[in-house]
Nanobody, 118 residues
Framework: QVQLVESGGGSVQAGGSLTLSCAAS?????MAWFRQAPGKDREGVALITRDLKTIYGDSLKGRLAISKENAKKILLQMNRLNPEDTAMYYC????????????????WGQGTQVTVSS
């Protein structure tokens, strides 16, 4: 069974930084990060493809960078965090191309919580 395992979440003060990682048990064409805050819809944060194409959502644009550590692992560096960034962050993966933040991703992780205090 293919798995995605997220790590790196935690509590941080406003203005701080966090790096999330997502390790997959298989290679995918596209891997992405989404987030969902309580009472809000899930939103796309960023994605990266096998050929290193990246797409960023609007909410964190300019404050984050997505990268590939290797073929099965991605990182999400988030900077200048604020309390509105508090959410569960999920890793997702898919082999469909083209891949966008609106794609119907086939595989999801369990999520890692990010909490930003003021």
């Amino acid at each position: 069974q293919v798995q995605l395992v997220e790590s790196g979440g935690g509590s941080v003060q406003a203005g701080g930084s966090l790096t999330l990682s997502c390790a997959a048990s298989a290679e995918y064409y596209c891997m992405a990060w989404f987030r969902q805050a309580p009472g809000k819809d899930r939103e796309g944060v960023a994605l990266i493809t096998r050929d290193l194409k990246t797409i960023y959502g609007d909410s964190l644009k300019g404050r984050l960078a997505i990268s590939k550590e290797n073929a099965k692992k991605i990182l999400l560096q988030m900077n200048r965090l604020n309390p509105e960034d508090t959410a569960m962050y999920y890793c997702a993966a898919d082999n469909w191309s083209p891949c966008t933040l609106g794609s119907d991703f086939e595989t999801w992780g369990q999520g890692t919580q990010v909490t930003v205090s003021s």
